[in-house]
């Protein structure tokens, strides 16, 4: 026999692609083959010259169960040699890949390759079947390949939660070093009440004077430290209804029963809070 009839004669493994197919649920779709002594197997055969493996997937799984896939992912390769449960005697590389079908039962259409039997199996019940070499490789990269994603998802799910409580710790420091501070803030409000007190009587002639507006800045000064350190003055209002919780009535016009029905008639002290909490409410006149 010549060199060239020799090369004729040669065979080679057969590249063969596999399609585990899942649902929304996780759970396998399996059908008993004709070709594989009546076992469960996954979907697959030959790719096509000029095919690539993914449209091969997609095709050889639309010709033996009548669907529509979509590919995740490949879940890798194995082989088969002469696998005693084939109907014939061959070398096969599995080139493999798991799929999503979202559709109804009624879809899959099993060609003459299979008997008509199929069912969808737990990752569990599939790893309990006695099931072809490669279709229980198959299972077993897919289970695989599960461990890796809820682990991953467990990972994420932990990076989220570690900068969820970073961002609790950060906004409890920046309250713990504020309300540390409230007693010498409540110290200071007297002084810029006392600023206010002068500022606020500044005849319009004097008001562009050196003295006043260096008073002035040094009034600005103080609000802005306080500003820095994250206290602010609460809105009041003449007209405005008076509220407890942010209110204090220091004095009451006469002929009013309940104070909380009134209204504001004058400020006598401004409020401060930080952030929700009130640390001095604002002394008001209700009318």
Request: glycine share 6%; charged share 35%.
């Amino acid at each position: 026999m010549d060199e060239e009839q020799k090369k004729k004669d040669k065979k080679y493994p057969e590249p063969i692609v596999g399609s585990l197919i899942i649902n929304p649920e996780g759970k396998i779709l399996l059908a008993k083959s004709k070709k594989w002594n009546g076992k469960y197997t996954v979907f697959g055969g030959h790719v096509e010259y000029s095919e690539s493996l993914e449209d091969a997937v997609v095709r050889e799984t639309k010709e033996e169960a009548g669907i529509d896939v979509k590919i995740i992912t490949s879940l890798g390769f194995s082989q088969s040699i002469h696998d005693k449960d084939c109907y014939k005697k061959k070398h096969m590389v599995f080139l493999d890949y798991l799929c999503e079908f979202s559709g109804r039962d009624e879809e899959v259409k099993l060609n003459d390759e299979y008997e008509n039997d199929f069912k969808w199996f737990s990752l569990e019940e599939a790893l309990k079947l006695d099931t072809p070499h490669g279709t229980r490789r198959l299972i077993e990269a897919y289970q695989e390949y599960k461990n890796q994603e809820d682990y991953f998802d467990s990972w994420k799910r932990c990076a989220a939660d570690f900068e969820n409580y970073k961002k609790r710790q950060a906004e409890n420091q920046k309250d713990l070093i504020a309300y540390s501070n409230i007693n010498l803030i409540l110290e200071i409000l007297p002084v810029l009440d006392n600023f206010h007190a002068s500022t606020d009587h500044i005849p319009e002639d004097q008001k562009k004077s050196a003295w006043v507006v260096g008073i002035m800045h040094i009034q600005k000064q103080l609000e802005k430290v306080l500003a820095d350190n994250g206290v602010l003055e609460i809105v009041v209002k003449e007209g405005d209804k008076f509220d407890p919780e942010i209110h204090e009535a220091i004095k009451q016009e006469s002929g009013i029963k309940n104070q909380e029905s009134g209204k504001i008639n004058k400020i006598l002290m401004k409020g401060y809070k930080i952030g929700d909490r009130i640390i001095r409410a604002a002394g008001v006149v209700v009318e």
